[in-house]
């Protein structure tokens, strides 16, 4: 059985909705304190969204004074795969380990509800549907970097989501917070990580509206990012 | 020894907040432009000469105070 290993930060508030969408698509989880040192052998590494350490600072960037994200760094470059859901993603952007920046969305509104995302990466994720449906919940998702890094992101076909419409059309009026180039979810250069805005863990069960989020996490069990 | 940092956008990186602020200021009918927004982190750093205190600062602002992406710093050194 494939092993997920789910890390908690004080403000982590997406932990238990994590646990029981990754229980479901077959996964055998373990929950891990920001605090620990070391991460056991496993096959996945979550870092759930909520508000870690309050969103202090910068969202996400406490987190990198935790000790647990330095073994999240060596897991990563030894092949484990990453999932850095909504504030995940924004900690694994803080701490390096994916390229570019988060900042308040271009409506300076916290925006929450149901949201089509397109699958645009040819070598990540095996998914059976392109366009999906993935709630989103966050004030700063707005995401930028550079134009080289947005050239390389684009070369190396790292950007694994875009925000689109039901169509899976990709424009400036799908573009729920600002996001340079429509970006939900991109991965790093090897693959094995990936951050994503949008929360598949709420998107495991029709009767929630959509069960997408269960086709993403199901991926992991072929060890893919 | 006191350290005042200030921590702001880079140019050309879009703050909606100061935006807002201008938007706001301009809307009561005060003629402002180009409100900025910026952080101010103090604190006190033990006895040591001032090339040290800057390293150490720099350092502080390298993992994890600034994010590189967005923002530049400067501070100074209070004696």
Redesign the interface.
């Given at each position: 059985m494939k092993n997920a290993k789910i890390v908690v930060f004080p403000g982590s508030n997406c932990d238990t909705d994590c646990e029981r969408a990754l229980l479901q698509v077959g996964f055998k989880t373990e929950r891990v304190w920001h605090r620990d040192s070391t991460i056991e052998k496993c096959d996945l590494i979550v870092i759930p969204g909520g508000f870690s350490f309050g969103d202090y600072?910068?969202a996400g960037?406490?987190a990198?004074?935790s000790p647990i994200m330095s073994e999240v760094a060596r897991h990563a470059e030894r092949g484990t795969s990453v999932l850095g859901i909504c504030n995940g993603f924004q900690i694994l952007l803080?701490v390096g380990l994916l390229p570019?920046?988060m900042?308040?969305?271009?409506?300076?509104q916290f925006i929450c509800g149901e949201q089509w995302i397109r699958h645009d990466s040819n070598s990540s994720l095996a998914l059976k549907k392109k366009v999906l449906k993935v709630p989103i919940a966050h004030g700063e998702g707005n995401f930028?970097?550079?134009d080289d890094g947005l050239r390389r992101l684009q070369d190396h076909d790292q950007i694994v989501f875009r925000y689109c419409n039901q169509e899976g059309v990709v424009s400036s009026a799908t573009n729920p917070n600002g996001s340079v180039d429509n970006i939900a979810g991109v991965c790093s250069k090897n693959r094995r990580v990936l951050g994503m805005m949008p929360h598949p863990e709420r998107a495991c069960d029709p009767k929630l509206g959509s069960n997408d989020g269960a086709d993403i996490l199901r991926s992991f069990l072929n060890n893919r990012v | 020894m006191r350290v005042r940092l200030v921590i702001e956008k880079k140019k050309g990186v879009f703050d909606p907040e100061a935006k807002v602020i201008e938007t706001s200021l301009l809307n009561l009918g005060h003629p402002i432009e180009n409100a900025g927004l910026k952080k101010v982190i103090e604190f006190t750093l033990g006895d040591m000469d001032e090339e040290t205190a800057k390293e150490k600062v720099a350092m502080m602002c390298t993992q994890i105070l600034v994010n590189p992406v967005l923002e530049q710093y400067h501070f100074e050194l209070i004696k």
């Open positions: 600072l910068r960037a406490i990198k004074a803080e570019g920046a900042t308040r969305n271009a409506s300076l930028r970097i550079d | -």
